[in-house]
């Protein structure tokens, strides 16, 4: 079993923070959630759930100010941590070791103790300060992951979508799932379109 620090802050994309947490708990993984204020507004405006819904979710949850949750240090174990959604305010505090709370402390242990760190930052477009953010992080061993859509899975729903990006969230965690179909080459049986006799 693994144990995994789920972060939700207060960008736009919830939902994706939500669906890992749905995920881990069907593999029996131990999850620890740390919400930002505004991640729990955007529960209420984004999604049919409740904030107590999403809690429930989590094997463990640890309000942000409180900066004497065991997630706060390095000596309690665990095998990573993704932010998702990640907020630009969010990234900009990770990237200089912000520690005012507890999501940023929880990322910040999870660097310096060389474990793996998923920014799944949500914003667009993106200026050069945000860009240099991202580098930054990167620098310190952080991996950014935008919830950037493969088409190549043939989506059909959002939850086909939201999947694949949580599916990345997992292959970097090496947590085995079948969330989307992973990439095997072109489909060589499929029939090429005939070209226009105009």
Same mark, same amino acid.
Not at 46 to 52: M, P, S
Not at 64 to 76: C, E
């Given at each position: 079993?693994?144990?995994?620090?789920?972060?939700?802050?207060?960008?736009?994309?919830?939902?994706?923070?939500?669906?890992?947490?749905?995920?881990?708990?069907?593999?029996?993984?131990?999850?620890?959630?740390?919400?930002?204020?505004?991640?729990?507004?955007?529960?209420?405006?984004?999604?049919?759930?409740? *904030?107590?819904? *999403?809690?429930?979710?989590?094997?463990? *949850?640890?309000?942000?100010?409180?900066?004497?949750?065991?997630?706060?240090?390095?000596?309690?174990?665990?095998?990573?941590?993704?932010?998702?959604?990640?907020?630009?305010?969010?990234?900009?505090?990770?990237?200089?070791?912000?520690?005012?709370?507890?999501?940023?402390?929880?990322?910040?242990?999870?660097?310096?103790?060389?474990?793996?760190?998923?920014?799944?930052?949500?914003?667009?477009?993106?200026?050069?300060?945000?860009?240099?953010?991202?580098?930054?992080?990167?620098?310190?061993?952080?991996?950014?992951?935008?919830?950037?859509?493969?088409?190549?899975?043939?989506?059909?729903?959002?939850?086909?979508?939201?999947?694949?990006?949580?599916?990345?969230?997992?292959?970097?965690?090496?947590?085995?799932?079948?969330?989307?179909?992973?990439?095997?080459?072109?489909?060589?049986?499929?029939?090429?379109?005939?070209?226009?006799?105009?």
């Amino acid at each position: 079993m693994r144990r995994i620090i789920v972060g939700m802050s207060g960008a736009s994309g919830v939902i994706y923070g939500i669906r890992l947490l749905e995920v881990l708990r069907d593999m029996k993984q131990e999850t620890h959630l740390v919400m930002s204020e505004a991640a729990k507004r955007n529960i209420l405006i984004e999604t049919d759930y409740l *904030v107590e819904e *999403v809690e429930g979710i989590a094997s463990h *949850v640890h309000d942000t100010r409180d900066l004497a949750a065991p997630i706060s240090s390095g000596s309690f174990r665990t095998d990573g941590m993704a932010i998702t959604p990640c907020a630009i305010k969010t990234l900009s505090g990770v990237a200089h070791s912000y520690n005012d709370n507890l999501l940023i402390r929880a990322a910040d242990v999870t660097l310096k103790e060389k474990r793996k760190l998923v920014l799944v930052v949500r914003e667009t477009p993106l200026h050069k300060g945000h860009l240099e953010l991202m580098h930054r992080v990167s620098d310190l061993g952080g991996i950014i992951l935008p919830p950037i859509p493969a088409f190549y899975i043939h989506p059909k729903t959002i939850d086909d979508i939201v999947n694949h990006t949580i599916g990345k969230i997992l292959d970097i965690m090496c947590i085995d799932h079948n969330l989307y179909r992973r990439w095997k080459g072109p489909n060589k049986t499929k029939e090429r379109p005939r070209p226009s006799e105009e």
